[in-house]
């Protein structure tokens, strides 16, 4: 389960976004920033899930669609897209989600353990399930999820 915390009993929380229909949750403090979609320059040759890179401010970020890292249909991007700019430990990383929703505040008891999934690869970056009233969120390491993605580039 979730243990990166000094006191077990503390609140956390998740910066919320949806991703096909489903509401997914990772940790504020990977947040750097957040920002409408803008189209990266494209990195030729590079896996299906890279968009490109941006420059923000002087640094050359990667920018991950989720959607087809995740293994999701793609879907053209509208107004709500957003790239969610997560400062990770190989760096800065831009992840493309389709709609941010809010921060929730979460206690170690609404925290539900995942199930083990034979051979798959989302037993890695699958922490827990946040479950707030009748809301539910995924709860994801974004370092574990975007870290396969970046170390090729």
Known sequence: MITNTSDTDAPRQWLSFRMDGEEYGID???VQEIHTYQAPTPLYNAPDYV??????????????DLRSKLGLQRRDYDES??????RLARGL??????SVTDVVTLLPQQLRTMPVLSDSAANDYLLA??????RALILVDA??????AVAGL
């Open 28 to 30: 504020v403090l990977q």
């Open 129 to 134: 399930m946040g479950v707030q009233d009748e």
């Open 143 to 148: 370092g574990r999820l975007m870290d396969g």
């Open 51 to 64: 968009n490109g890179v941006l420059d923000l401010r002087g640094e050359v970020v990667p920018v991950i």
């Open 93 to 98: 990383v831009g992840m493309v989600v389709d």
């Open 81 to 86: 897209t957003v790239t969610i700019m997560l």
